[in-house]
């Protein structure tokens, strides 16, 4: 079995050792902006260049200059060095071709130039045969239109002439010669006739040249014609600048103007093609690495990137991340859990705060007070911004941070690119390092301190001495990182690259910037108000930003508080918690409205549980979160992305937007509408995707390519796994460390940034009778994991690599009859016994295992007291969902009654089927396990039929109850039990 396992799984191995070896060199190559000379192809008339980055991605260049082209970085794209492709050229007259085995370019080099033009505005008309004419002063008007009007013509009328002719288009030309006016006329022979729908109505590009409709057009299979001009009407967007201020959502089509600011498409497209238009992107000086302002070519200047991947959307952004930089993963602590709000804490408020956590057993990484950690309108009124810690809310700064770091957490400090006012501590070092006088009066910059008169944002662009200056201004805070609470890339740049010379790994929180600002994560997406619509916008919105890879954090549980009813329900606060353990930042933030609540142990029960469930989840899921960010610096495919990035031909992989892949094996469909208030369940229609998916919930396996609805209790949220899935989990916090082997207990505070003393692997075996995983570590590099059933389903091989240290793992296989032995199959290899059991709840068997430091892969082999094949029917069956919500309904009984109730007895023998399953299915002592295995599960269907007559014939339960119970334990037969009563 071990070669079997070995054999099986080494194509596996291979592709993620493959995957390593990407991120390895991803990790440590530095970006050339200076392409390839053999990849670029200058046209005769020496006007454009064109640099093959890929067969698919081509930098497309215009210079009115001629040969004078710009090879250095921008803020946009880093990197032009690539393989070069198989290119041939072709030059004819004047019109060249350029081939690779993906697409032709066209280029016609032409005299006329064609600028953009108002129909508002009249130009002097001329016969078309003026078109071959040097001085067009010259020419004499005749009936160029069809109408044979004289005198001067306007747009419109051109407009108009190309409408009723049958065979024309046309054109406004401008002239060399810059005492010439412009012409409008029917350009019917210029370059052949047209069809209709091909006609180009004046000009697209401002200037006296360019490429236009007529001198470039672009051509393949997977895409069609692209041509300058042509609108892109089925882009899949990119990201705006932030949702400051905004209810609900807002539009992505930056064609349609919105309100946000910065708005920008990105690569992928449904027309199989995207242009980035890179023409106005400032430039990166190479001598001082700093910030220059685009361009050194005269007159008009073009630089786009042609996208031509069709719906190849994975290879699409491949080639951004070689072109436009790799997107970095941020460091581990991130991905924990933040608080975060604008309040004028105390630093005791703020331990105050961790301390509870703690005691509720709810992790927590990161602390924030936004603005309040420096003076804010007092005693100096320095406005937003500051540079000095408040001495009456943290009188001792350094103790602060030392006592936080003890713990493993991590803070941010709120950063507004104002001024440095004279009363800063720092202020007289500030002004010596720029030359300005040290006791001076003034702000800085300011009018009054030349050559610094610009804003701190321009003046760190203009000036690499100023900007450095500025960051040892920061410095003098003692934090790593900052919380820009602005989006100028420049600074988010800056302060990323600092941050780098600080920490491990470098970090900036800001807004949306424009391409490019996905080098420098995390995102802070702002100010939502907090209702329902703005929950149900926030899955979509983050996902398509993974079209231009940009990390979203959101305020979680929404900011702004209209002062109604969403802005204090728990169960929105739920919901959006809920969200957020499957989002890329789980950080709330709210405004100082009192009656807002971000504590989970401050809510009432049951919500208080589940709110501390899904902190503990994504306490659970950092190192499987880790590990997508991680594969993502060389994918360019974001831990959580949009569906039609794997189903890219499947309609509704685009029409359900708020559904997304998490973490490389999850489906994740968020519950974003308030529960019924009759059946005290959440509706949600979704699309399950092709293929074959397991219900996290339920642990029943479904089939996919149709379109569900779901009904979700206030715990549960639809989340799918693909079968053979094996996730890297971190263990439960607050669960004592004895029963993972270790000694004390497991804190709840500062955990994310450590790798887990116990490596889970959560195994969703479905019907895969192989699966695999893997998990990246800073210490180790990637780990691979692999599991093989037998052919008969009685035993179920678990491998995995071997590190530079030894590994306590934990292995929890999902929905599998329970285990008869768990042993060491290779010498390196430990089994603790006493740390491996069964727990019916959730059909799962728990084995603990350590493996030794060294080359020989670990191996566990577990034999099951049933075969996996010959319980495929029981293996079927929602228990897992339909046990805990029987459990929670005992609940309400315990709670109704005055005491124990015969009534109850069937509620009770439903409720307690795991009880009896785990206490007959103990290792080393399972000779009635299988017999009693099958029996409870075989009875399953009946036991919860009877639970359901006894409830709703119970005399002192309401009927508010009873209808909930009915609807929850029906709900839950759809998927896969035989209630009787559910169909009277």
């Known amino acids: 079995l071990l070669n079997m396992a070995e054999m099986t799984s080494s194509s596996v191995f291979l592709t993620l050792v493959v995957i390593v070896l990407a991120l390895t060199a991803s990790g440590t190559a530095s970006y050339d902006p200076t392409p390839n000379p053999e990849a670029v192809v200058m046209t005769p008339d020496k006007h454009a260049r064109f640099t093959f980055l890929t067969p698919e991605l081509i930098r497309m260049e215009y210079s009115c200059d001629k040969g004078n082209f710009d090879d250095r970085a921008t803020l946009a794209v880093v990197n032009r060095n690539l393989v070069v492709p198989a290119i041939t050229t072709h030059t004819l007259g004047n019109i060249t071709t350029i081939k690779t085995d993906k697409a032709t370019i066209t280029y016609t080099a032409q005299k006329q130039q064609q600028p953009t033009v108002s129909c508002a505005v009249s130009y002097p008309g001329y016969d078309a045969d003026c078109v071959g004419d040097d001085d067009l002063s010259t020419c004499v008007r005749s009936n160029a239109f069809p109408n044979g009007e004289i005198g001067n013509v306007t747009n419109l009328e051109c407009c108009d002439a190309c409408r009723n002719a049958t065979d024309c288009k046309v054109w406004v030309h401008a002239s060399e010669n810059p005492n010439a006016r412009s012409i409008c006329y029917l350009l019917q022979f210029a370059e052949g006739k047209k069809k209709a729908a091909d006609r180009t109505v004046g000009g697209v590009f401002a200037g006296a040249s360019g490429f236009n409709a007529m001198s470039l057009k672009v051509a393949g299979e997977e895409f069609g014609t692209w041509w300058p001009g042509k609108v892109d009407d089925g882009n899949l967007f990119g990201t705006v600048r932030s949702l400051d201020g905004i209810t609900g959502g807002v539009d992505l089509n930056c064609t349609n103007g919105n309100n946000t600011g910065i708005c920008n498409f990105g690569p992928l497209s449904r027309n199989g093609w995207a242009v980035i238009d890179d023409s106005a992107s400032a430039r990166i000086d190479p001598a001082t690495n700093w910030y220059v302002e685009q361009g050194t070519t005269t007159g008009c200047y073009q630089d786009f990137y042609f996208f031509g991947f069709g719906h190849r959307y994975k290879d699409a952004l491949k080639a951004y991340t070689q072109v436009m930089g790799s997107p970095p993963s941020p460091p581990r602590f991130v991905l924990g859990v933040w608080w975060s709000r604008y309040w004028p804490y105390t630093a005791e408020d703020l331990e105050t705060i961790a301390r509870n956590y703690n005691e509720h057993s709810i992790p927590l990484d990161i602390l924030v007070s936004d603005m309040a950690w420096h003076y804010h309108g007092e005693p100096h009124n320095p406005d937003w911004g500051g540079y000095s810690w408040s001495p009456e809310l943290f009188p001792d700064p350094e103790s602060f941070l030392a006592l936080l770091a003890k713990n493993g957490m991590n803070t941010t ?246 559904t997304y892949m998490f973490c490389n094996d999850f489906f994740i469909a968020p519950i974003t509408q308030p529960q019924d208030n009759s059946s005290c369940l959440a509706m949600r229609e979704l699309y399950l995707p092709a293929g074959t998916w397991v219900h996290a919930d339920s642990g029943v396996e479904m089939t996919g390519a149709r379109i569900l609805n779901f009904s979700a209790t206030l715990w549960e949220i639809p989340v799918f796994v693909q079968p053979g899935a094996m996730v890297p989990l971190a263990p439960e916090p607050g669960i004592g460390l004895t029963s993972l ?152 009984f315990d709670h109704a009654a005055a005491g124990p109730q015969a009534i109850e007895m069937p509620v009770v023998i439903a409720t307690i089927t795991p009880t009896r399953i785990n206490a007959a299915c103990k290792l080393g002592n399972t000779g009635s396990c299988a017999a009693k295995w099958t029996e409870e599960l075989t009875a399953i269907d009946s036991n919860v039929n009877n639970a359901l007559i006894a409830i709703q014939s119970c005399t002192y339960l309401n009927t508010t109850v009873k209808i909930m119970s009915r609807n929850w334990i029906c709900s839950a037969s759809k998927l896969g039990l035989k209630i009787a009563n559910c169909s009277m």
């Not at 690259?497 to 080098?519: C, D, N, P, V, Y």
């Open 413 to 658: 400090l709120n950063l507004h690119l104002n001024p440095v006012l004279p009363f800063e501590p720092n202020y007289g070092k500030f002004a010596k390092a720029l030359g300005l006088d040290p006791n001076g009066s003034v702000p800085i910059p300011s009018a009054a301190t030349p050559p610094y008169n610009d804003t701190v944002a321009n003046e760190c662009r203009k000036s690499k001495t100023f900007g450095m200056a500025y960051l040892e201004l920061l410095d003098g805070m003692n934090t790593n990182w900052w919380w820009l609470d602005d989006d100028p890339i420049w600074i988010a740049r800056m302060l990323y690259e600092h941050s780098e010379t600080r920490m491990q790994k470098g970090l900036a929180f800001s807004r949306w910037a424009g391409i490019g600002s996905h080098r420098y994560p995390i995102g802070f997406s702002g100010d939502t108000f907090i209702e329902w619509a703005s929950l149900q916008f926030q899955p979509y919105f983050t996902a398509t930003s993974a079209n231009v890879m940009f990390y979203w954090s959101h305020d979680i549980g929404g900011h702004r508080s209209h002062h109604n009813a969403a802005a204090y329900d728990p169960e929105l606060y739920l919901r959006w918690l809920q969200w957020g353990a499957h989002a890329p930042i789980l950080r709330t933030h709210p405004q100082p409205d009192p009656n807002v609540e971000r504590r989970a142990w401050a809510y009432p029960l049951p919500y208080s549980q589940y709110m501390h469930d899904a902190f503990a989840r994504r306490a659970r899921l950092v190192p499987a979160l880790y590990t997508a960010n991680k594969d993502a610096e060389a994918t360019g495919i974001g831990a959580l992305h949009p569906l039609y990035y794997d189903f890219p031909e499947d309609s509704n992989a685009y029409l359900y937007r708020d």
């Open 741 to 892: 082997g270790l000694q004390g207990s497991q804190p709840s505070l500062g955990q994310a940034q450590k790798e887990p003393n116990v490596l889970s692997w959560e195994v969703w075996l479905g019907s895969n009778a192989n699966g695999f995983g893997h998990v990246y570590e800073d210490s180790t590099g990637v780990v691979n994991a692999a599991y093989n059933v037998s052919g008969d389903g009685n035993t179920i091989l678990l491998s995995i690599d071997a590190t530079s240290k030894a590994r306590n793992y934990r292995f929890e296989l999902q929905q599998v009859p329970p285990a008869a032995t768990i042993e060491s199959c290779s010498d390196s290899t430990t089994i603790n016994l006493d740390l491996s059991s069964y727990e019916a709840t959730k059909l799962a068997i728990y084995a603990s295992a350590s493996v030794k430091a060294g080359s020989t892969r670990g191996c566990v082999k577990i034999t099951l007291a049933l075969s996996l094949t010959s319980q495929k029917a029981l293996l079927s069956k929602p228990f897992r969902l339909i046990h805990k919500r029987l459990r929670v309904i005992k609940n309400m």
